[in-house]
Nanobody, 119 residues
Framework: QVQLVESGGGLVQPGGSLRLSCVAS????????MAWYRQAPGKERELVAR??????NYADSVKGRFTISRDNAENTVYLQMNSLKPEDAAVYYC??????????????WGEGTQVTVSS
């Protein structure tokens, strides 16, 4: 069984920064892509950033402000969020494309972490 656990969300003022973390654990053989999504109330879940062995890609709305990175040894993906805006407020979800020890490949999601941007 594979589990993703996010942390690092919270309340921050506009212009502030937060760093989200997501740790994958369990029966993992290898991890391909890891990504961050977000969902604001009344809106659809949207891709924020994705990282693979080939590089990274970002939503236009966060380019230049957010940075995704990963620690392969720790099965962890990070999202550094700078210059936060009220419109960045959402529940942020981690996902990962994981090949488990039983040679089964699947996409896993975390439970989400709340980010609130308000003065």
């Amino acid at each position: 069984q594979v589990q993703l656990v996010e942390s690092g969300g919270g309340l921050v003022q506009p212009g502030g920064s937060l760093r989200l973390s997501c740790v994958a654990s369990g029966s993992i053989f290898s991890i391909n892509a890891m990504a961050w999504y977000r969902q604001a109330p009344g809106k659809e879940r949207e891709l924020v950033a994705r990282i693979t062995s080939g590089g990274t890609n970002y939503a236009d709305s966060v380019k230049g402000r957010f940075t995704i990175s990963r620690d392969n040894a720790e099965n962890t993906v990070y999202l550094q969020m700078n210059s936060l805006k009220p419109e960045d407020a959402a529940v942020y979800y981690c996902n990962a494309n994981i090949l488990n020890a039983h040679n089964y490949n699947a996409l896993y999601w975390g439970e989400g972490t709340q980010v609130t941007v308000s003065s």
